[in-house]
Nanobody, 116 residues
Framework: QVRLVESGGGLVQAGGSLRLSCAAS????????MGWYRQAPGKQRELVAV???????NYADTVKGRFTISKEAAKNTMTLQMNSLKPEDTALYYC??????????WGQGTQVTVSS
């Protein structure tokens, strides 16, 4: 069982920045990838960014150049630096971890609200 704890959400004005963190604990199997999804009211959950155990990362087109995902493998911690935030970035952001057993784990979500 993997426990994911997110932090760092909040309210920010358009053009501002926020930093989300996700700390993973309890995994006895290697975590292959970690990433962030988000879900806005009335919309489907969408992938924001993902990073592999090897450090490769990918981003949704909507956040490329503005968001940066990184990790500290030794601490099983992942962060998402979000710059130049826009009102359309407003959503509930979920951390996830995919382990070598093929199982996905999810955090409880952290709210990001960007005011115009």
């Amino acid at each position: 069982q993997v426990r994911l704890v997110e932090s760092g959400g909040g309210l920010v004005q358009a053009g501002g920045s926020l930093r989300l963190s996700c700390a993973a604990s309890g995994s006895i199997f290697p975590i292959r990838t970690m990433g962030w999804y988000r879900q806005a009211p009335g919309k489907q959950r969408e992938l924001v960014a993902v990073i592999t155990s090897g450090g490769s990362s990918n981003y949704a087109d909507t956040v490329k150049g503005r968001f940066t995902i990184s990790k500290e493998a030794a601490k099983n911690t992942m962060t998402l630096q979000m710059n130049s935030l826009k009102p359309e970035d407003t959503a509930l952001y979920y951390c996830y971890a995919f382990t070598s057993t093929g199982t996905n784990y999810w955090g409880q979500g952290t709210q990001v609200t960007v005011s115009s």
